[in-house]
């Protein structure tokens, strides 16, 4: 079975835990963040509360068919009954919060991210897996001591139009020779450099998700970890850091 239509089962089967987690924290940071509505419509698409209630509308919509409806329904609303509908779409909005939690509850993953005890071999594994295909369009990894062992557990099955970014550094000539043989079968758009500035072990997914571990990758499961979704804001600051530190860092050439 190929890597596309594992993404496509994995859509039609649902979100597992990792996506839970991600739509969790982003609908709590909406209802939180959610600006002041007041009474009559603002559609401006400039406009804070034109700009939330599209987030919104898309985060809803990747929890299925009927929350997508709902939404929709309530839009079409918006600027003849402005009040009532923004009540009724900050109710979905809770609505899917306890709906979530109580999955997540049920398949005991309830906190936000996961612990790992020395063992944890495979949950781990699969978690970051999981992760790392939830992107769309790009991948960034920071870990100073990621491997060649790491990056054919975790990237050579990755989707080969993704944009992937690697910041090492004590094993970079060893990922360069992995990172060149998939580049030269797959085509794929791989990207490794070297800095001896990192402080965290994290990888960036897409825009704005970004997930932390408690030590390096490719020694998760062997020793106690964690792997936990940054809030927004703390996700992009730490990004700029890192894209910053990218664009000084050396690139690493492949040996031959």
Partial sequence: MTDQIQRMM???????????????????EALESAPEFGDKAVMDTSSPQRQWLSKVGALLSRLGIDKKV?????????????????VQIQG?????????????????????GSAYAPGDVYRFFADLKDVINSAEFEVMIVDPYFNGEAFDAYLSSANPELDIKILADRYSKDISNYAEKHKTQYGTGIELRRSKELHDRIIFIDQDVAWIMGGSIKDAGKKATYLIPLQTPLALAKKEIYQQIWSKSKEVEHSA
Wanted: cysteine-free; glycine content about 4%; charged content about 30%.
């Fill in 10 to 28: 994995k859509r039609l089967e649902g979100d597992g835990p990792i996506e839970k987690h991600i739509l969790l924290l982003k609908l709590t």
């Fill in 70 to 86: 709902n939404f929709k329904s309530s839009f079409t609303t918006l600027v003849q009954y402005w009040p009532y509908a923004i």
């Fill in 92 to 112: 979905q909005v809770l609505d899917a919060i306890e709906e979530i939690k109580l999955e997540l509850e049920l398949e005991d993953r309830s906190d936000i």
